[in-house]
C-alpha cells in the first residue's frame, strides 16, 4: 500500500491550499483516512479524519471552520481543503489509512497503518 500526498506548497497568510493523498494498493472505500501534521521541533498532531463514505469527518479544534476534509473513493483519493492558512498551520502534512475496515474516524495515531510521505506547506507571515 503506498500513498502519494501532494498539494504542499508556499503560500501568504490567508491563502489556501489544497492537499491530495493518492492511494495505491488498496480500495479506500471501507477505510477511513485521516490527515496529521509535524511542525518543527514537535510531535506528530492530528489535523482531520473522515468516514469511508465520507459522511462523518472530525477535525482538532485548531483547524475548525478552516480545513475541510474529503474523499473521492471512486479516485482512491483524499483531500484537505485549508482555508485561511495561518503561520501555525506551517508543517510537514501526512495522510493515513485506518488500520481496520468500517472503523469511525479517529484522531488516535494507532488507529491508521499507513501512511504517506508527508508533503510540506510553509504559511509566510
Known amino acids: 500500500v503506498q500513498l502519494q500526498a501532494s498539494g504542499g506548497g508556499l503560500v501568504q497568510a490567508g491563502g489556501s491550499l489544497r492537499l491530495s493523498c493518492a492511494v495505491s494498493g488498496r480500495t479506500i472505500s471501507t477505510y477511513s483516512m485521516g490527515w496529521y501534521r509535524q511542525a518543527p521541533g514537535k510531535e506528530r498532531e492530528f489535523v482531520a479524519a473522515?468516514?469511508?463514505?465520507?459522511?462523518?469527518?472530525v477535525y482538532t479544534d485548531s483547524v475548525k471552520g478552516r480545513f475541510t476534509i474529503s474523499r473521492d473513493n471512486a479516485l482512491n483519493t483524499a483531500y484537505l481543503r485549508m482555508n485561511s492558512l495561518k503561520p501555525e498551520d506551517t508543517a510537514v502534512y501526512y495522510c493515513?489509512?485506518?488500520?481496520?475496515?468500517?472503523?469511525?474516524?479517529?484522531?488516535?495515531?494507532?488507529?491508521?497503518?499507513?501512511w504517506g510521505q508527508g508533503t510540506q506547506v510553509t504559511v509566510s507571515s
Open positions: 493515513a489509512v485506518a488500520r481496520s475496515p468500517y472503523t469511525s474516524p479517529s484522531n488516535y495515531t494507532h488507529e491508521y497503518q499507513y
Open positions: 473522515v468516514s469511508r463514505r465520507g459522511g462523518t469527518t
